[in-house]
């Protein structure tokens, strides 16, 4: 049985189109007339693939690829074996994604999973729910009273839309995710299996006595052209909003808590835990399974390291890392200590005789 493919095949394109597509210089003008049918990494491509390269960990692989072309800083041309043709461009990854886009758009933005093109017969409606033009909604999706949807947008199946939210235009809403009290603007893409603006994690605590739950009555707000990964839960506030700020990218399986606030243009990886209440600025860059404290404040550009734990605000710029997480100099010194001192120890027989 032959292997499906789920994207629409790339058409054929000589090396000068590829050149000026991604404003590259082919170095061997005579090759400018050589097809290329596709994408692929330095070990799978073939003769009519283009591919990249600009880490020296892969020049095992650049010696023995098979690609026709190759994109490559000038740093690295000399790499390149004299069968493949050189694209010679200064940052070789963007040059890539430049044609993969040009190439593959219809994986960067889900459609109907069923072709549809309009409201499916079996999704449920609300009468007072107002569509705009060219709303497409898949089979089972259930739309509550007084929602708003904005033309171009995907509401994918089995999605529910609770009563009175708001979602503007070219949006997309992954299959099976739910969405109550919020406003979503333009061009947002919800993966799958998304839970937003359900109540928050709030209670007083009254031990053997029980636990009494705190209403939740703030809003969600997602501002444009955020992307929401998959199973990703992004509470709605308690008093006030949980806003998610534009151009910001949210992996999958991510947490937010009630009342967080994030910035414009900040990456969140895989997996991380934002506790409720804290703000996060802009262009912050946090990597998968962060656990962050309520209450805090992470300032503009900060970046944290992956599987960090952070208890303490962390100022504009910051490079903080570890459990728990403090200026990554800090914590790479305070590793180093303790390894010397584990290797000093074993070195010292009556220091083992002492243990």
């Not at 710029?317 to 074993?346: C, H, M, N, Y």
């Amino acid at each position: 049985m032959a292997q499906p493919t789920f994207f629409t095949k790339p058409p054929a394109l000589a090396l000068a189109d590829i050149a000026a597509l991604t404003k590259a210089q082919l170095v061997d003008p005579i090759r400018g007339g050589q097809i290329i049918t596709g994408l692929a990494s330095l070990d799978e491509a073939g003769p009519m693939h283009l591919t990249f390269f600009d880490n020296l960990k892969y020049a095992d692989q650049i010696k023995a690829t098979k690609a026709g072309a190759c994109l490559v800083s000038p740093r690295f041309e000399a790499q390149v074996p004299a069968h493949v043709a050189v694209l010679r461009v200064n940052h070789p990854f963007r040059a890539f994604v430049r044609i993969a886009r040009e190439w593959h758009g219809d994986a960067l933005r889900p459609q109907s999973w069923v072709g549809n093109d309009g409201i499916a017969p079996s999704a449920i409606i609300d009468p007072s729910a107002r569509l705009e033009d060219g709303v497409i909604v898949d089979p089972l999706a259930v739309i509550g009273p007084d929602a708003e949807i904005g033309s171009g947008t995907v509401v994918g199946a089995g999605a529910v839309i609770g009563p009175g939210v708001r979602i503007g235009r070219d949006c997309n809403v992954g299959a099976r995710t739910a969405i109550q009290c919020a406003l979503i603007g333009n061009n947002v893409l919800i993966h799958p299996g998304c839970s937003i603006g359900q109540d928050g994690y709030g209670f007083i605590f009254f031990g053997p006595e029980g636990h009494l739950k705190v209403p939740q009555t703030g809003r969600v707000v997602i501002q444009n052209d955020v992307e929401v990964g998959a199973g990703t839960t992004i509470d709605r506030g308690s008093l006030r909003d949980t806003v998610i700020g534009e151009g910001t990218k949210i992996d999958n399986q991510v947490q937010i808590g009630h009342n967080v606030t994030i910035g414009r243009h900040c990456l969140l990886a895989a997996q991380i835990g934002l506790a409720g209440s804290l703000t996060i600025g802009d262009n912050v860059a946090l990597g998968a399974k962060v656990g962050i404290n309520n209450h805090l404040k992470i300032g503009d550009g900060a970046q944290v390291t992956a599987m960090s734990g952070v208890k303490d605000d962390i100022p504009p710029g910051g490079r903080w890392g570890g459990f728990f997480a403090k200026p990554t100099r800090q914590w790479f010194k305070e590793i180093l200590a303790v390894e010397r001192l584990a290797r000093d120890s074993k070195a010292d027989p009556k220091q083992e005789e002492r243990e």
